[in-house]
């Protein structure tokens, strides 16, 4: 590869890069301002929210389920098995559950997203709308970040609960008593365990949020190009997402440290 291709390459990443975080800062500021777009907003929360629940529940109801059998298997030799309602909680609160959820909500809601706007761009009614004065990130970006930012804590709660449940349910079966499996939860959580487990699918809503709209925004070249965007977008949301929960991670460590 000669040094004029690298040259091109690197310009072309900083200048993505540099339109990726415009979109985010310029999607911010404009959270609260008016107008509002209500309808819109109601919209994509049940676009966003309602239609990822069945998903997530069943991805919470198997997690749990799977966490609770390797937690038997692993503490029955030491007659430590009153202590896996604790662990599935904290691991799953904690990591697997807001990790899960989002990854289920970028590949069903970031594509749906992306193919949505993307659709919209082919089609020239984004430049349309720009003619008309509209601002683009107001009416478009903004009501789907915030019904992200509504959505994927809630569906987070309900995974980790549905979770915790299923951990139980592998549990009866090894006859562990639920007063057992409950009285286990307080000495493995504690109260920022919870905060944690709130806060990472904040920041999971915002990256599947911008980039599917900052690539469904970039969509070029009809038909073919909608779909190609949906896959770099689920694809990007998803590398974004483990490498986020990664440093958010590692700042939740330093700072109970």
């Known amino acids: 590869m000669k040094l004029a291709d690298t040259d091109r390459i690197l310009l072309r990443f900083f200048h993505e890069l540099q339109d990726y975080f415009n979109l985010l800062a310029g999607s911010l500021l404009r959270i609260f301002q008016h107008p509002f777009y209500y309808r819109e907003f109601t919209i994509q929360f049940d676009k966003l929210g309602f239609s990822s629940l069945f998903i997530c529940t069943l991805t919470g109801l198997f997690s749990g389920m799977v966490m609770a059998l390797q937690s038997l298997v692993q503490l029955k030799p030491f007659a430590a ?29 970031g594509s749906a997203i992306t193919a949505e706007l993307g659709t919209m761009a082919v089609t020239e009614q984004v430049d349309a709308m ?37 951990g ?35 920041f999971f809503g915002v990256i599947i949020a911008i980039t599917a709209c900052y690539v469904g925004l970039k969509t070029t070249g009809g038909a073919a190009g909608v779909g190609e965007s949906a896959k770099k977008a689920v694809v990007l949301s998803s590398v974004l997402i483990l490498i986020c ?7 939740f460590v330093t700072l109970r440290g």
């Not at 639920?178 to 904040?202: S, T």
């Not at 929960?245 to 700042?251: A, S």
């Open 81 to 109: 098995t009153s202590y896996v309602g604790g662990m599935v909680a904290v691991t799953m609160v904690k990591e697997l559950g807001p990790v899960l959820a989002a990854l289920m909500v970028a590949g069903r809601v």
């Open 130 to 166: 720009r003619v008309e004065g509209t601002d683009i990130i107001k009416r478009l970006v903004v009501p789907r970040l915030k019904a992200m930012l509504l959505a994927l804590p809630l569906l987070t709660i309900v995974t980790d609960m549905v979770s915790i449940c299923g």
């Open 168 to 202: 139980y349910i592998m549990s009866a079966g090894y006859h562990i008593n639920p007063i057992m499996y409950v009285n286990g939860l307080p000495q493995f959580m504690q109260f920022q365990d919870l905060i944690e487990g709130v806060l990472k699918p904040a």
């Open 245 to 251: 929960d990664f440093f958010l991670t590692k700042i």
